[in-house]
């Protein structure tokens, strides 16, 4: 069991992982981010996934 917090908001972890809200819809709509929801909405995102992309995306 991990102690740290790895599910964020799309808020929350652009404010964490300097990420803009329209990055995180990317990756979500290609299928590269887990994701917790209800309803067909995305409430929460890995936070693992998008540190994964991050190391993947070349910085610009």
């Known amino acids: 069991m991990s102690l740290t917090k ?3 908001t799309i808020d929350e972890a652009a404010a964490k992982f300097g ?3 329209q990055q995180l ?3 979500i709509e290609n299928g590269v981010l887990r994701t917790e ?4 909405k995305v409430i929460l995102l890995n936070g693992d996934d998008i540190e994964q992309e991050l190391n993947m ?3 610009v």
Not at 37 to 40: A, D, I, N, S
């Open 25 to 27: 819809q990317n990756w």
């Open 57 to 59: 995306t070349p910085s």
């Open 19 to 21: 990420v803009s809200n």
């Open 6 to 8: 790895n599910w964020y």
């Open 37 to 40: 929801g209800g309803k067909g």
